[in-house]
T-cell receptor, first 112, second 114 residues
Framework: QKEVEQDPGPLSVPEGAIVSLNCTYSNSAFQYFMWYRQYSRKGPELLMYTYSSGNKEDGRFTAQVDKSSKYISLFIRDSQPSDSATYLCAMSEEQGAQKLVFGQGTRLTINP | DGGITQSPKYLFRKEGQNVTLSCEQNLNHDAMYWYRQDPGQGLRLIYYSQIVNDFQKGDIAEGYSVSREKKESFPLTVTSAQKNPTAFYLC?????????????FGSGTRLTVV
């Protein structure tokens, strides 16, 4: 079993829809959770960062962490065609431990 | 502008050849990393380095080698011992003590065996 599981998709939704992307993990020591966005043939870029449990909102994006269920989510409201990309979750145990563990990535397409 | 530069963008390797992928950063980051990305498998860690002249194996180091002679540079050599080298290779850097900022990634090198 992989340490971090993420449905690779592909996921295709109409423009304006609410998108939900999810990851589950097995390591209860993970405390730092991130979402990266990767456009085709580019490197990933950090989208959201969350420490421990709770919600964090940034514009149309909301990240949720439920440590009791070992489950994290990224919600995209009012989705736009420019949101079409691969979304990768990543997590680590400690602030100083730089070895991030990544999910497989979910390929998302927003149709105009 | 600060960032990470990977070169070349596309690289073709013949069977039995060693090739070196370049990674340079001007962010003054301590740590640098090499990842391999294959469809459906996400990012897998090849090597990482916290400081100059020191590096550690990641999860899939076999068939790869690295050096860290300068803080700014972390080249990756894909040797002939790597049996399935066709992949997208990503270099990243970070401030070692502050995970909160995450990684900064380069734009990647796509390596194809011909």
């Amino acid at each position: 079993q992989k340490e971090v599981e993420q449905d690779p998709g592909p996921l295709s939704v109409p423009e304006g829809a609410i998108v939900s992307l999810n990851c589950t993990y097995s390591n209860s020591a993970f405390q730092y959770f991130m979402w990266y966005r990767q456009y085709s043939r580019k490197g990933p870029e950090l989208l959201m960062y969350t420490y421990s449990s709770g919600n964090k909102e940034d514009g149309r994006f909301t990240a949720q962490v439920d440590k009791s269920s070992k489950y994290i989510s990224l919600f995209i409201r009012d989705s736009q065609p420019s949101d079409s990309a691969t979304y990768l979750c990543a997590m680590s145990e400690e602030q100083g431990a730089q070895k991030l563990v990544f999910g497989q990535g979910t390929r998302l397409t927003i149709n105009p | 502008d600060g960032g990470i530069t990977q070169s070349p963008k596309y690289l073709f390797r013949k069977e039995g050849q060693n090739v070196t992928l370049s990674c340079e950063q001007n962010l003054n980051h301590d740590a640098m990393y090499w990842y391999r990305q294959d469809p459906g498998q996400g990012l897998r860690l090849i090597y990482y380095s916290q400081i100059v002249n020191d590096f550690q194996k990641g999860d899939i180091a076999e068939g790869y080698s690295v050096s860290r002679e300068k803080k700014e540079s972390f080249p990756l050599t894909v040797t002939s011992a790597q049996k399935n080298p066709t992949a997208f290779y990503l270099c990243a850097s970070s401030i070692w003590s502050q995970n909160i900022y995450g990684y900064t990634f380069g734009s990647g090198t796509r390596l194809t065996v011909v």
